[in-house]
Structures are given as C-alpha cells and as structure tokens.
C-alpha cells in the first residue's frame, strides 16, 4: 500500500543524474516510492524504466513543468511527500550562452515555484511531520567561479558564477537557502563536481569525446585544453544525496567533490588510450583531438574540498577517475541504440553549440 510507504519527489528524474538517483532507490529502498516530476526535455531519457515490472508500483512518472506554479502546488499536496530531491535545471554551460533566457525561466522561477509549493505544503503538516520533512537542493561548484592553481570550493567560498547557467544556478542557491532562513522550510543544499558515466547525454565533454573517438570524428578541445575539472562518478554522487537527505543538517551545504581533477585535455588523452585498446583503429585517437576556438567566458579550473561531509556523513567517492571513465566508455559501446535514440530525437548532431560572443 502507496500510504505506508516513504513517499519522494525527484525533479528532473528522467534526467541523467535524477535517473541514477532514482534507480538507486528503486533498487536499495524498498520501503520508498518515487514521484518523477519531469517536463521531459531534449536530454530527458526513461528507456531504463519502461520494461520494468518490478518498479510498476514504487516508480510514478508526471510530466510537468515546474513553471506552472498551479499545478505543481496541487501536485505536491495531492503526493503528500516525505522528501523532495529537486535536480531539475537546464545544465549546459554552451546552451545557456546560445539561449540564457531558458535557464533564467527553469533554473530560477522553476525553483521558486516548488520552494512555493514546498512551503504552502509544509506549513499545514503536523509538527512531527514538519520536523522530518526535507527539501534538498542540487546545484553545481560552477556557482563559485573560477579557482587559479590553488585552491578548493569549499562551504564558505563566495558565489561568483561566470556563464548565464551558474549565475542561475546560483540564484536559485540563495532562494533555497533564503526560503529556509526566512520561512524556516528544512532546506538543504548540495554542490557538486563535474559528473560524468552512463546515460549522460552526448553533447558534454566526456560522452561527445568517447562518441567522437569511436566514429573516428574529430575531437574538439576547447582552447589549449587546460581548464581543469574535478570529475565525479555519478554513482558516487547519488550515494551522498540520500545521506544528505538522510542524515544532513538543516539549513547547510555540502561541497561534493570526486578528488577526480584533471585538464580536459589528460580527460581526452585518457578516452583515446582507453579507445585504442578497446576499439583500436588503424591509426591513435589521440590523432583526432583539435583545438577548437575556446568557450567565451570558460572558466579556468574547479576544485572542491570534500571535508564536510566525509567529517560529518563519512562519505567518501569509491570510484577512481580511472575506473569511472572505463565503466563509461564500455557503456557508450555497448549501448548504440541509445546513442541513436538520444541523437534522434534531440536533433543534436554532435555539432558545436555555445560558440556567441
């Protein structure tokens, strides 16, 4: 029975990250039933749920876009939730330089609308359920800027967002965190690393790199490819969202790093070893990496110190950069048909996107 059962709302769940959280707990939390609010846009992808009976009475899926505020407060009145994890957003840097507007509109009224919705909920439940009740926030450590050699993220680095998608994303931080310090909603929020592995749409730099080396295609690296990033398994991402949504404090962020950096040029250099001995071709991939114009505005490295909550949740990464970008590389062989589905109905041809000044 749906009503003794442990009861979540997941926005964004058809997307690549929301998908890896949701079936993690369909696979771990038996007792939990999944909500998947989604407005199913051109990455969002539920080929992994469709044939599956053991899911059909623990895993809802609603189509709904989180800027009809209407609906979206009656819906989460009507689910009556123990916990909301929202991950929707529109999160490409490059698509937010060609059409920030979207970002605006999703990112931030998206936001405010189901912080609205949360709070209008929230505040008719009894004190008992209030206190258990959780909203936790997604984000990303591009709020923060751009770090120089040294240096990490942490929860106290000042936001300093440089693209139109941080800048959204940050604004949407500071209403999640300004909803819990003025109404009191139990908000929590989480910044994340750059999160790369299986079903992560084409057009972001490790899957577009694999797909390249794998159709003998150009691969194209921004600028002279020493931006650097700290990578994260998405696996080990998801494991730190359910002990902040288990175990977090209140009113806090969490940093979460994958101890992963790299410059996207060793990112690529790394694919196109892992491709000649798994694929090989009559010539190196690493033939195929070209400079490319760089992106405007492109920050210069990111790094997050993860001590808050491997000192507080004792959560650590277990996947190695290593072993991630092997685990992802044999998933993109193994799995053409989605590759194609995806492609195809997106429209997305692997081109260059995000390129206006």
Known sequence: MIKNKYKIIVTGGAGFIGGTLIRKILQEKKDWVVYNLD???YASDLSWIKNSEDYKFRHFFLKIDLRNKEILENLVKEINPNLIIHLAAESHVDRSIDNPLKFIESNIIGTFNLLEASRAYWKKLSDNKKQLFRFIHISTDEVFGSLG?????????????????SASKASSDHLAQSWYHTYGLPTIISNCSNNFGPYQFPEKLIPLSILKGIKGEKIPLYGNGLNVRDWLYVEDHVEALL???????????YCIGGFGERTN???????????????PKEFPHESLIKNVTDRPGHDIRYAINSNLIKEKLGWTPKVTFEDGLKKTIYWYLNHSKWIHSMMQKSGYAGNRIGNKK
Do not use: H, W
Not at 243 to 253: F, N, P
């Open 149 to 165: 050699l040294d240096g990490k993220f942490d929860e106290n680095t000042k936001y300093s967002p440089r693209s139109p998608y």
């Open 265 to 279: 040029k060793e990112v690529q250099l790394q694919i196109c070893k892992i491709l000649d001995a798994v694929a």
């Open 39 to 41: 407005q199913m846009g």
């Open 243 to 253: 002990l902040i949504a288990e175990k977090g404090e209140v009113g806090k962020s």
